[in-house]
């Protein structure tokens, strides 16, 4: 698998101090969802898994902790996948330009003439400024939940007594549907502001626009300065998080159950997956 990502978000170089504002990484990750359905995964470089658990930061940010397979000894009985022939792409808007240059002519970000590709350099003027493209997407949701959903109802009921790896925390958000892409880019400023110059990989021309960045590129001068992915076979880049729902836990409370001889008995049936999450 090809891949060109930056350090963890935060992070400039190898012990650099930052020079300015940080991406508004809250911001991406709204804008994203609320266009395509689906969180994206920050830190870019950072794929997710179906079964994961973790939290999300307020930031947009996620945290993993563990997966449901090693909490709970179970996971979902079945993976349902749907392809995307779109090419999922966004950018936040007028923050945003491209400027394309043909070969030998220079600009501030490539001064020399020797140096000067044929290229795209984008500019991201804002803290808020972000650009999204990915290709060839494929969602993969979780279904037949049952038997996880038991082991949770387990979990909860005796988790006083589990060791620390079996215990259930409510701050968990778990992971049923993802997405992958065959083609991912994503370029957020690592200090409020960057431009950076891009050139294409085989025979295509630089990226003139969002979409075209759906591609394999080479990030120039100026990639120091970003936040950024740009990867083939990209798995796990999109995200929706589940926490179980207030109202099964107040349910929980109150259910009568019962141990005979090391088996746990319960008095109600196994909720729903609509019973027992709700979205983050």
Not at 137 to 165: C, F, K, M, Q
Not at 173 to 195: C, I, K, M, W, Y
Not at 254 to 280: A, L, Q, Y
Request: charged share 30%.
């Amino acid at each position: 698998m090809f891949n060109d990502s930056a350090p963890k978000l935060g992070v400039r170089g190898a012990g650099g101090a930052r020079k300015g504002p940080m991406a508004d990484i809250a911001g991406f990750v709204s804008e994203v969802r609320d266009h395509f359905g689906m969180r994206p995964v920050v830190p870019l470089e950072f794929p997710i898994e179906i079964g994961d658990i973790g939290s999300i930061a307020n930031d947009g940010t996620w945290r993993p902790i563990t997966t449901v397979r090693h909490r709970f000894n179970a996971y979902p009985g079945r993976v349902r996948r749907i392809t995307d022939g779109r090419v999922w792409e966004l950018c936040s808007g007028d923050d945003v330009s491209f400027r394309l240059y043909d070969r030998g002519e220079t600009s501030q970000l490539v001064p020399a003439a020797a140096h000067a590709k044929a290229r795209a350099e984008v500019t991201l003027a804002s803290p808020a400024a972000f650009v999204l493209a990915a290709r060839g997407v494929t969602v993969r949701r979780a279904v037949e939940l049952e038997t996880l959903i038991d082991r949770i109802h387990l979990a909860y009921h005796t988790r006083r007594e589990r060791p620390e790896e079996g215990r259930w925390y409510k701050e968990f958000a778990f992971v049923f549907e993802v997405a992958d892409a065959e083609r991912f880019t994503a370029l957020l400023p690592a200090d409020g502001h960057a431009s950076v110059a891009i050139t294409p990989k085989g025979t295509a021309g630089p990226p003139g626009t969002p979409e075209k960045l759906a591609s394999l590129i080479r990030f120039g001068a100026g990639a120091e300065d970003l936040e950024r992915t740009n990867q083939r076979d990209a798995r796990g880049r999109f995200y929706r998080a589940y926490r179980l729902r207030p109202e099964v836990l107040a349910r929980w409370r109150e259910e009568p159950w019962s141990r005979s001889r090391g088996v746990i008995t319960f008095e109600w049936p196994t909720p729903s997956f609509e019973e027992t999450f709700e979205e983050i």
